[in-house]
């Protein structure tokens, strides 16, 4: 089976399984709309199952908001971005990314029924391994399908503990009537541990096809569940062996990309830095295999010179452009200075693109113009972002417009499909867990563990990377698109906050637009006093969008439970979020 292709077997296995299905006296005919669990329980049909659990990842089945990149509940909600476009496109994000969410917004449900689409998935696979009789299924077919179905269980209530903390946990032992009887009156932590563990001890250090789950990833993520509760020292040690040991799905050592901005093209899909990723492909037939979660975020009305052509979602904000600013050594503000008027990054904001601009000249990290589109310059080998003219309001979302999922000219039509209703169908993996992610959230059990300069190494590591002029966005003449100064941290750390400061503000900017910002702010403890100073300052210049909003502490670190999911479960089984 090919890389880019694991997740789009699954309806040839659904035709191979119903061919297979039909041999079978005309007496005693199965409907051809429906699998028997006979067939199901076969080789063929676990594996089909199992493919299916996978193709969740994707999000397709909710389209834009259910997608666990979480542009929106990672990255808007974290001030990385506004939703963009204009007040009227999409209003269901409106009122969340202003912190007013009720609990009958579609968008949360979007990120509830998508999860737990993945567990019912996984929980149907494991009950049939459980049962299964026949005999072409050898013992460690039934490990390996059970490790593999367990790892994306975990990961799907790993996603759900942390959007919307106490939830029901329905696992393969129960019946239909009695999942919708489960209350959210436990944390379910303990549960993605068990599921992780047991992916960690039971699936291979490498696997046949790129995109499946191996031991290193699930050793990774169970690293990431114990760093949310704060167990740091068991985080520690599964880092430790992920940095030292860990390798690929195909066995190749995880480390960086020589190139920042290379992680992020398709053609480099399953790259060495990437620890787990969403499969996607295209021109298959259906747009429905290609990344369709950055599908509205692309440039407003780039016509034939830029990609896509809509929608104008996603755009990076003031706080995150500015935060790229640093000092004469290179070093980024830690202080927070960023946003005072003598740091803040030169922008066209109220200009038309006809009037005259010249971009920053000042110190900036070269990681802003791989993750921000600004105008004067180069946006990857289109043309150099024209301003205003591919904004679709200004002052309501800004003069940016996002950049790292976004693809090249020169794979147009190769690596995207435009088949359908834009040309932003791409071939792009959405990343779950990349390699500098494991190194910074390696560096915060460093810190944890007095080994602060461990800790300091790691993010040097990250920044060396940065740091390569090679990567940096050129001209046409091979000239830097920008002053880019960016240094290491040559001075031993010896506090520990000054540390957890330069490392949380180092995931700012090496992870921006991938969804992490809001997740950490909330683990971190700092998400009320953070993102009201980012409303602040983002709304008094974006007044119709963000103007006045506000985050509530002991309230706004999850969303509420979806009304319609308390409807069917009743107010006295599923309780409803403090505040909401």
Known sequence: MSNKLLLIALAAFAINLLISACKKSFLDVTPTSALTEEVLSSKKGLDGLLIGCYSV???RDQLFYSGFGNWVHGSILGGEANKGTNGGDQAVVNPVQRFETLPNNDLPAQKWRICYEGVARCNTLLR?????????????????????????????????RRTFGFVPYVD??????????????RDIYPFIEADFTYAKDNLPATQSAAGRANSWAAKAFLAKVHLYQGHYAEAKALFDDVIANGQTANGQKYDLMEKYADFFKAENDNNKESVFAAQ??????????ANGEHVLNFPYNSGSDGPAGCCGFFQPSFDLANSFRTDANGLPLLDGSYNNPANEVKSDWGLKSADPFTPDAGNLDPRLDHSVGRRGIPYLDWIDHPGDNWIRDQAYAGPYSPKKFVFYKA?????TDGSSWTRGWTAINQPLMRFAD???MAAECEVEAGTLEKAREYVNRVRARAANPASWVKRSDGSNAANYVIGLYNTPWTD???????????RKLELSGEGHRFYDLVRWGVAAPVLNAYLSFEGARLTNALGGAHFT????????????QIDIQGADVLHQNNGY
């Open 57 to 59: 990842l994707t999000g």
């Open 553 to 564: 502490a002991g309230k706004n670190e999850v969303y509420p439970i979806p009304q319609a």
């Open 280 to 289: 996607t492909a295209v021109n298959t037939g259906s747009t429905a295999n």
């Open 438 to 440: 494991v190194l910074l």
């Open 411 to 415: 794979t147009q039509n190769t690596l």
């Open 496 to 506: 520990k906050t000054a540390a957890n400061t330069a490392i949380r503000l180092e």
């Open 172 to 185: 393969e032992s129960m019946t239909a009537e009695q999942a919708v009887s489960v209350p959210n009156d």
């Open 128 to 160: 049939l391994v459980g049962s299964t009789t026949d005999p072409n299924v050898k013992p460690e077919d039934k490990t390996n399908l059970m490790a593999e179905a367990r790892f994306l269980r975990g990961f799907y209530y790993f996603e759900l």
